[in-house]
């Protein structure tokens, strides 16, 4: 079957279906890590993506938006010059209503009958003004790191600004 369209979980529709131990076959989450780098430094400046409106965020979309800024930040700034991480988990369930297509279908189909859904996918629920990935880095390198949040900006499915914050020198 082919995968909808992101735009159709978007929303923030109805309640939260987070309860696994109740459900058999949710698909597993794409995301590999949710932290990257050197995990070992204090750096004094923290960059993050803070999403402007309240949303789903797909598992892979998150997963997408991960990987175009680990590896431009690998490349720019160097694995041992930050720290990325997630700050969301795709806890909630997202289900699908499969219907059959093709000749025939009127027949084998139910229609709207009972319409549950299976899981066919996770989601990270964010509200207003959340922080979505955070990278924490050198001044030197808050510049490239800034662009390359950008880059994860565009794989997530709601308009989202880069906040800057740097720690008071001491």
């Known amino acids: 079957m082919v995968r909808k369209p992101a735009k159709m979980y978007r929303n923030l529709a109805k309640k939260a279906y987070t309860r696994r131990e109740y459900m058999g076959g949710v698909p597993g989450s794409k995301i590999v890590q949710f932290d990257m780098g050197n995990l070992t430094e204090n750096y004094p400046v923290e960059l993050s993506i803070v999403v402007d409106e309240a949303c789903q965020i797909r598992h892979t ?15 720019e700034v160097g694995r041992a010059n930050f720290h990325l991480k997630i700050r969301t988990f795709p806890h909630h369930v997202l289900r699908e209503n499969k219907q059959a297509t093709g000749a025939g279908a009127d027949r084998v189909s139910e229609g709207m009958r009972l319409a549950f859904g299976k899981a066919v996918g996770t989601a990270a629920r964010v509200e207003r003004g959340q922080k979505v990935f955070s990278v924490w880095t050198s001044p030197q390198y808050a510049e490239k790191a800034k662009a390359s949040l950008k880059r994860g900006t565009y794989k997530l499915p709601t308009p989202a600004r880069i906040v800057e914050e740097r720690a008071p020198e001491a």
């Open 61 to 75: 979309a998150l997963e997408a938006a991960r990987i175009g800024i680990n590896r431009q930040l690998q490349k």
